[in-house]
Nanobody
């Protein structure tokens, strides 16, 4: 049984930082294309960052230069370090896993495993 469990969300002022974690069980994160998505009520779920290895990382334009995705293979955990946060970063954040055939994708439909989400709220 695959489980992805996010943590680390919360409320922060604009300009602040948060680090999200996604602990995986039932899969080995280093064998998958792992990504972070976010969603605001009434809007499409948006892929913001993906990682397949240290040289295989992709960011959406909206977070490039402010967010850093990484993983700890020994802990089987995915991270998202978020800095210079803006009110428009407010959303529910989800981690997700896709098979190797979906490398580089940030399309929701390409991901097979999802966490339950963690809320991030940025106030101005």
């Amino acid at each position: 049984q695959v489980q992805l469990v996010e943590s680390g969300g919360g409320s922060v002022q604009a300009g602040g930082s948060l680090r999200l974690s996604c602990a995986a069980s039932g899969i080995i994160v280093s064998s998958y294309w792992m990504a972070w998505f976010r969603q605001v009520p009434g809007k499409e779920r948006e892929g913001v960052a993906g990682i397949g290895g240290i040289e295989s990382i992709k960011y959406s334009d909206s977070v490039k230069g402010r967010f850093t995705i990484s993983r700890d293979n020994a802990k089987n955990t995915l991270y998202l370090q978020m800095s210079s946060l803006k009110p428009e970063d407010t959303a529910m954040y989800y981690c997700a896993a896709a098979g190797r055939e979906r490398w580089w994708s940030l399309r929701r439909g390409d991901f097979v495993y999802w966490g339950q989400g963690t809320q991030v709220t940025v106030s101005s």
